[in-house]
T-cell receptor, first 113, second 115 residues
Framework: KQEVTQIPAALSVPEGENLVLNCSFT??????LQWFRQDPGKGLTSLLL?????REQTSGRLNASLDKSSGRSTLYIAASQPGDSATYLC????????????FGKGTLLTVNP | DTGVSQNPRHKITKRGQNVTFRCDPI?????LYWYRQTLGQGPEFLTY????????KSRLLSDRFSAERPKGSFSTLEIQRTEQGDSAMYLC?????????????FGEGSWLTVV
């Protein structure tokens, strides 16, 4: 059974810092990995998707990497802003399907002005 | 593209009552999913439709839960004889099969509180 772990559970940084969020998964047979953002009481916003054949994806100040063999992904946020404060969730699609996501518990990020 | 729409956004119900949630996916998306999320946890997969066919159901989906997608467009999730343990946010998501990577888009969720 796939298990996804996110470290740290919570992170507080001053505005302007670069930061890294970590995600690990136990079964490397995945189709893809997706990073989401969730604001309090809201749904999920897709940030980046990395297919299993890819090593990284970039969107603006966000960069996600994938090392499938070691079961790890990182989300790098450059020049953090208070508006980046949210919970960041990592999810992998695998177990024979490219549609069923297994999520971690998320990292709660607070960026202080 | 108006995104995935869910309603109601919030529902408070007494234990034992039935509740129904509706999801309208992104218009061209043929795949639709339901997830459940409790406080401090990541979402958990409940069920998946491709067009109108329900192709997978999680063991989390007890016989009190039923989901439909009658014409391959909107979907409903009904919970019968609600229990306090059903209190959670129910998330609907959609995607387009065959697109690169199958990016899944989520709605804002429907909060259920059972009292």
């Amino acid at each position: 059974k796939q298990e996804v772990t996110q470290i740290p559970a919570a992170l507080s940084v001053p505005e302007g810092e670069n930061l890294v969020l970590n995600c690990s998964f136990t079964d490397s047979a995945i189709y893809n990995l997706q990073w989401f953002r969730q604001d309090p009481g809201k749904g999920l916003t897709s940030l980046l998707l990395i297919q299993s054949s890819q090593r990284e994806q970039t969107s603006g100040r966000l960069n996600a990497s994938l090392d499938k063999s070691s079961g790890r992904s990182t989300l790098y946020i450059a020049a953090s802003q208070p508006g980046d404060s949210a919970t960041y969730l990592c999810a992998v699609a695998g177990g024979g399907s490219n549609y069923k996501l297994t999520f971690g518990k998320g990292t709660l990020l607070t960026v202080n002005p | 593209d108006t995104g995935v729409s869910q309603n109601p956004r919030h529902k408070i119900t007494k234990r034992g009552q039935n509740v129904t949630f509706r999801c309208d996916p992104i218009s061209e998306h043929n795949r639709l999913y339901w997830y459940r999320q409790t406080l401090g946890q990541g979402p958990e997969f409940l069920t998946y439709f491709q067009n109108e066919a329900q192709l997978e159901k999680s063991r989390l989906l007890s016989d009190r839960f039923s989901a439909e997608r009658p014409k391959g467009s909107f979907s409903t999730l009904e919970i019968q004889r609600t229990e306090q343990g059903d209190s959670a946010m129910y998330l609907c998501a959609s995607s387009l099969a065959g697109t690169s990577g199958n990016t899944i888009y989520f709605g804002e969720g429907s909060w259920l509180t059972v009292v």
